[in-house]
């Protein structure tokens, strides 16, 4: 089947038109899975390293390393610069919380990025 000759390499030029959509829209996807993954990450870990916290016999900065070796096991060290674990009040009961930081830069590679933080509460364990 032969085409007008009008119509010769117009596939070409349909192939970029839809290019031109579909890769700004892939690429947010991306983002948005990558920004999710660390988001959900971060949030577990500083979960974790409140409840490590809340334990009899440690305290904040034992929740804080905690939470830094989880991140850093999990995504990368660099998510875990910022982390603060302080004593304070969790549904009225003296409890443990750890504040995660981070920057998740776009696509990975650099540049603006998506800033988060992330909380984590935990009540502390009382003696019988």
């Known amino acids: ?12 030029v349909d192939f970029v038109l839809v290019l031109v959509v579909l890769v700004p ?3 947010g996807v991306l983002q948005v899975a990558l920004v999710m993954h ?3 990450t ?23 390393a905690r939470t830094r070796r989880q991140i850093d096991g999990a995504v990368s060290g660099r998510f875990a610069d910022d982390i603060e674990a302080h004593p304070a009040t969790v ?7 750890v504040v995660v930081h981070a920057t998740v830069p776009a696509l990975g590679i650099g540049g603006p990025g998506v800033s988060l933080t992330v909380t984590g509460h935990a009540v502390e364990e009382q003696r019988p």
Do not use: H, I, K
Request: aromatic letters at 4%.
């Open 1 to 12: 089947m032969s085409r007008p000759r009008g119509e010769r390499g117009s596939a070409v």
């Open 25 to 27: 829209v892939f690429l």
């Open 38 to 40: 660390v988001r959900n």
């Open 42 to 64: 971060l949030a577990s870990a500083a979960s974790e390293g409140a409840r490590y916290a809340a334990t009899l016999d440690r305290g904040p900065a034992d929740g804080a």
């Open 91 to 97: 549904d009225g009961a003296p409890g443990v919380e």
